[in-house]
């Protein structure tokens, strides 16, 4: 019989990069039921949004904004817009840390069910095994996180509240790939660390119940005490979600805000906007919401610093998934 | 120094899992091209042998070296020469048969023109053509382990390991891939080493070595292993009986009651050949059978042995 040995040790990198990412992708993708259950997580949120929350939060807004004297109220329908549009951006960066986490637990099953033996034994890298995970679960994530941002896009047009451009829509997609691919470091390093399923779904269940709150989606930051503030600057998602509201805000407030009075603005922007502030002095006391944060004792972090801030999380995951490596690939045998 | 002549050296090998040695000082060498069987009952050490022959499980000590390479310093390269099947499989359920062995194939050094005929080949020799596109999790048990040893196979390693490889399939099925080895030796060479549990199967090796709790306690051909821990025996059916026992032991029979079968077992000795027991006690043995040691006794010997030794 005539076969083919291998002439050299070293195998070309980027070709088992490629077919491990083809062959991690056909795997999780084979299970279709796997897929649909992990988009319905963000859009039973968004359900819940409809149905309870978002008359609960407009009418915290309202009073926030329309109580102060000698002040024309801005409309409901106006305020809706803001409201929605920082709903639902948060709701689809909490998405993207939640669903690279879920997409994960292929490397929890190669690892239980021994497969990754497979890879162990092969003249092949652990270094580029870890990282076609990764690159797998960043295509996913993005993948089931464009499917949510288009719901929230035909949300926002059914409602009548799609004030953003072909750039801004642009500028969303480009962030939502910045932000999976921070989530998608992040959650490969953490499941380097997890070796069966029920851990994982443990971490899942934990991730869900807190997340959403921590990184400010589901309620403004800027409602926590200051100390809170600065704990939660230290979670990369904070950072994803104050991105992602920028992008879905940016172009509504240039176009709706000057129906607001200085002082109303600046309540807006306390609550549903995309700064984020990190408190240097008076941190025992409590945020007045109608007064500038600056003067408050904090610092207003921009866009671009956020950015700056995300690429070195992703920066960091990277390297540490780079030295955790042995544990990504961890066999044991049974 | 490594030795041209073999395949696999393993000197004096130690690996515990806390305090559990799975492994216990052990030595052995598997001659190029042989078919080596590992024998041993569950939990006596064979996987762990295998998984740090594979490079995949860190020995506590001792030295191991495949087709001449060092694992201590060439495991790259060791890596290059098996393929392993493992105890369980390491298919992608999901896939398909194909997918499953080309995926493989791109994990060694091979040109895109290689791989195709490795693949084609493979398919040649071992008779993958009609399951070709099926899923994995669509296949029988047999099947499975075919592709398993495909998959093992894409890059013509010059060692085969595989661990258990008929265990949990039926008779046939176990036949069926024994042919399989067979026609794998025969057409590329390869040396073969496995373990099993089944004595039959280690009676087609071409050297045996028993494991039992981290230590090897019988080696050799299975021929001679038969020899010498085997005997022919005769089974005289009937109730227990007391006088029959005091003729036997003033005789000089080796005899035990199988309670089992319902009937003496008498052995056969170099003073008492059968033909001499059957005609001396002519009138106790009414119903009886002539068997012919099995590689089953043997193993029941060395190990049984064994163990009393432990019990002492
Ligand atoms: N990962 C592990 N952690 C702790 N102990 C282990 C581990 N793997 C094996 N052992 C122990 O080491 C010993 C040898 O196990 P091993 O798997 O090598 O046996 P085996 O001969 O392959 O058995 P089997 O026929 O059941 O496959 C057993 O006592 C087992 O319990
Ligand atoms: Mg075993």
Not at chain 1, 291 to 308: K, N
Request: positive net charge.
């Amino acid at each position: 019989m005539e076969m083919s040995k291998p002439k050299k040790v070293r195998v070309r990198n980027h070709e088992v990069f490629f077919q491990l990412t083809k062959r991690n992708f056909l795997v999780f993708t084979r299970n279709k039921m796997r897929m649909f259950f992990t988009l319905m997580v963000p859009i039973i949120i968004l359900i819940i949004y409809i149905l309870f929350l978002r008359s609960l939060e407009l009418s915290s807004i309202r009073e926030a904004i329309n109580s102060i004297e000698g002040i024309p109220p801005i409309d409901d329908k106006t305020l809706m817009v803001f409201m929605d549009s920082w709903f639902l951006s948060g709701n689809v960066a909490l998405c993207s840390i939640s669903i690279s986490l879920q997409t994960n637990n292929l490397i929890i099953n190669d690892k239980e069910n021994g497969i990754n033996r497979d890879f162990a034994s092969a003249p092949i890298h652990k270094t580029v095994v870890t990282f076609a995970y990764m690159f797998f679960n960043f295509l996913i994530t993005l993948l089931l996180c464009f499917c949510f941002v288009c719901v929230t896009f035909i949300f926002l047009a059914a409602m009548n509240e799609f004030y953003l451009n072909a750039l801004d829509v642009l500028i969303i997609f480009g962030v939502l790939a910045f932000i999976t691919l921070n989530a998608s470091a992040f959650t490969t390093l953490v499941c380097s660390f997890i070796d069966t399923d029920a851990t994982l779904a443990s971490v899942i269940a934990v991730v869900s119940a807190c997340l959403g709150f921590l990184i400010g989606s589901f309620m403004p930051l800027s409602l926590m005490p200051k100390l809170m503030q600065d704990i939660v600057f230290f979670i990369p998602g904070t950072h994803a979600t104050a991105l992602m509201r920028y992008a879905y805000l940016k172009s509504p407030l240039e176009i709706l805000g000057n129906q607001f009075n200085p002082t109303q603005l600046s309540i807006l922007k306390n609550q549903v906007g995309y700064n984020l502030i990190f408190y240097i002095r008076d941190m025992m006391t409590s945020v007045d919401l109608s007064v500038d944060p600056i003067l408050q004792g904090g610092a207003v972090i921009t866009p671009d610093i956020q950015a700056y801030i995300t690429t070195g999380f992703t920066c960091g995951f990277m390297g540490l998934n780079f030295l955790s490596r042995k544990n990504t690939v961890k066999t044991y045998i049974k | 120094m490594p030795n041209s002549k073999y395949s696999v050296e393993v000197i004096n090998l130690v690996k515990s899992y806390g305090s559990v040695k799975a492994v216990d000082n052990i030595s052995f060498y598997v001659s190029k091209g042989a078919l080596f069987a590992f024998l041993g009952v569950n939990g006596a050490g064979k996987s762990t042998t295998i998984n740090i022959i594979s490079t995949i499980l860190k020995k506590d000590s001792g030295k191991v070296y495949v087709e001449g390479f060092d694992l201590d310093t060439d495991a790259q390269k060791i890596k290059n020469e098996i393929g392993i099947v493992f105890q369980n499989s390491v298919l992608d359920q999901q896939l398909t048969v194909l997918q499953n062995l080309t995926i493989r194939t791109t994990f060694y050094a091979l040109t895109r023109e290689q791989r195709k005929k490795n693949i084609q080949s493979i398919i040649e020799l071992l008779d993958l053509k009609e399951i070709l596109h099926k899923r994995i999790a669509q296949l029988s048990g047999g099947q499975k382990r075919r592709v398993d040893i495909a998959r093992a196979m894409v890059h013509a390693p010059r060692l085969l390991i595989l661990d258990e490889p008929t265990t949990g399939l039926d008779p046939k099925t176990r036949q069926a891939v024994w042919h399989l080895i067979d026609k794998i030796r025969r057409e590329t060479g390869m040396t073969v080493f496995l373990t099993t549990h089944y004595l039959e199967e280690a009676e087609k090796a071409s050297y045996v070595i028993v494991i039992d709790r981290g230590h090897i306690i019988e080696h050799g051909l299975p021929i001679d292993l038969k020899t010498r821990h085997s005997r022919d025996y005769i089974i005289s059916y009937g109730k227990v009986s007391p006088t029959f026992e005091k003729k036997l032991k003033k005789n000089k029979v080796e005899f035990k009651y199988d309670t089992d079968r319902g009937g003496y077992l008498l052995y056969h000795t170099n003073k008492m050949k059968v033909t001499n027991i059957l005609k001396k006690f002519e009138k106790e043995i009414k119903d009886f059978e002539v068997l012919k040691g099995t590689m089953d006794d043997a193993f029941i010997n060395i190990t049984g042995r064994k163990h009393d030794h432990g019990n002492e």
